[in-house]
């Protein structure tokens, strides 16, 4: 009965921290199953591996080695989340909306509607749970529900996960790691399989190409401007005669 149901008492805070911290080690533990007999398949001489999953749901297996050792990538990936979307810009936002613990953030995303975006705009709303250890790292989540956040009008709420990143430490060289991520996305909306299941290799690959663009540029990485923005203004203020240490 409704009534009945109403009375039920809400969760507590600690309730509800630990429910959190559970579904996200859920969802690790779950994508990490998913990475098993994955099916390699070559397109425009990327190898893309995937899997369709019950259903029609297909995930894709990123795997590339990165020059950065676990600790920058987990810095850069989850402790300084909320500062993606300034070295990738198929990311309008992240923003933690709730610490939940030291391992477990609630965030709320937004994608950028750039050109390159077959898809179009989206939102989502996760729990990402992490696991920090000596030679790796893991990075889990999955979309949850928040009644203080129900989708917005105008954006289409996606779902991310089940979903894992692994960061591992080469055996023969500790400053490069191994990165390994499953994309376990619905993208919600009215879209042809085909079209999707082609933008979302492609995102991997951007966010990729993002990613160490942004390894690149090291510590001397401008949040506020880009490395060639700042050329520019030196430029500028030089031809101003202003003092370089300005630039
Ligand atoms: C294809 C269209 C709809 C979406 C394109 C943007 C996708 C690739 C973006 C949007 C939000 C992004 C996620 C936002 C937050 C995190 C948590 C972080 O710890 C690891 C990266 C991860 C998991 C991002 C991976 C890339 C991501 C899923």
Redesign the pocket.
């Known amino acids: 009965e409704p009534k009945q149901r109403d009375m039920k008492p809400s969760p507590t805070k600690d309730q509800l921290f630990s429910s959190y911290v559970q579904q996200g080690q859920d969802a690790m533990q779950k994508a990490l199953d998913m990475l098993t007999d994955l099916v390699v398949a070559l397109s425009n001489g990327v190898e893309i591996c995937s899997k369709v999953m019950a259903g029609t749901r297909k995930v894709f297996r990123l795997q590339v080695v990165l020059d950065a050792d676990v600790d920058e990538l987990y810095d850069i990936?989850?402790v300084r989340?909320e500062e993606?979307h300034q070295w990738n810009p198929?990311?309008q936002q992240?923003k933690i909306l709730q610490r939940v613990g030291p391992e477990t953030i609630i965030?709320h995303?937004v994608?950028a509607g750039t050109a390159g975006?077959l898809?179009?705009q989206?939102d989502?709303l996760?729990v990402?749970h992490?696991c920090r250890q000596r030679s790796c790292a893991y990075?889990g989540?999955a979309a949850i529900q928040l009644e203080s956040l129900p989708p917005q009008t105008g954006f289409v709420r996606?779902e991310?996960g089940p979903?894992c990143?692994i960061i591992e430490a080469l055996d023969e060289d500790s400053s490069r790691s191994r990165f390994t991520w499953l994309?376990n996305?619905d993208?919600k909306g009215w879209l042809p399989t085909s079209l999707v299941n082609q933008?979302?290799p492609r995102?991997?690959l951007?966010?990729t190409r993002h990613l160490r663009r942004r390894l690149a540029a090291g510590g001397t990485y401008c949040s506020l401007f880009p490395n060639d923005v700042i050329m520019s203004m030196c430029v500028v203020m030089s031809a101003y005669q202003l003092p370089l240490y300005m630039c």
């Open positions: 990936l989850f989340v993606m198929s990311i992240v965030t995303e994608s975006n898809i179009g989206r989502f996760s990402r992490s990075l989540g996606a991310d979903t990143i994309l996305m993208v933008a979302l995102a991997q951007d966010f």
